[in-house]
């Protein structure tokens, strides 16, 4: 029988078998400061036909639970995994930029382990740690859909909504 040793995990000991990134500890390029960092294009997928996925993670931290802002993409999904701690995340239906409907905003509890994924034009955004500090979230989306294929909107102050601390 043959036996190898145990080797510590290095870009440079990897990189002849594909790449890897920490999503607990994230690295590089980002996007935003806390409570809100998103470090993009991590690592990256070829599924093949032309097609991209990169892996980015996204960390939130604390902040007061008010809808201010939200975005959407109106070509792609976006997947996301909440790793370490439950998460509180606004959808609104798909529709055009101009009539987003704030009285159709809903709130879901997302428990930590959980994989959604978010339909093409449905309005979402960076959520809410649910009773931590902070959540790691890993996004999967194509390459640079961020820059391409992502439209913010900032919610006016009288369309923003408080989030309560209630079950339906």
Request: charged share 25%.
């Amino acid at each position: 029988m043959r036996s190898v040793k145990i080797k510590k995990l290095t870009i440079e000991a990897f990189a002849r078998y594909g790449t890897f990134a920490s999503v607990m500890e994230p690295t590089g390029d980002k996007l935003g400061a806390p409570p809100v960092e998103f470090y993009r294009d991590m690592v990256q997928q070829d599924i093949g036909c032309g097609g991209v996925v990169s892996y980015s993670a996204c960390v939130v931290g604390k902040r007061d639970w008010v809808i201010d802002c939200t975005e959407s993409h109106d070509y792609c999904y976006e997947t996301i995994i909440c790793l370490d701690g439950d998460y509180l995340m606004h959808v609104a239906p798909a529709c055009t930029k101009d009539e987003l409907p704030y009285d159709n905003i809903e709130v879901f509890l997302v428990p930590k382990g959980t994989v959604m994924n978010v339909k093409k034009g449905v309005w979402h955004q960076a959520g809410f740690p649910y009773k931590c500090d902070k959540v790691h979230i890993l996004c999967a989306l194509p390459e640079r859909a961020y820059a391409t294929d992502c439209f913010v909107l900032n919610i006016p102050k009288e369309h923003q909504i408080k989030v309560l601390d209630e079950m339906e």
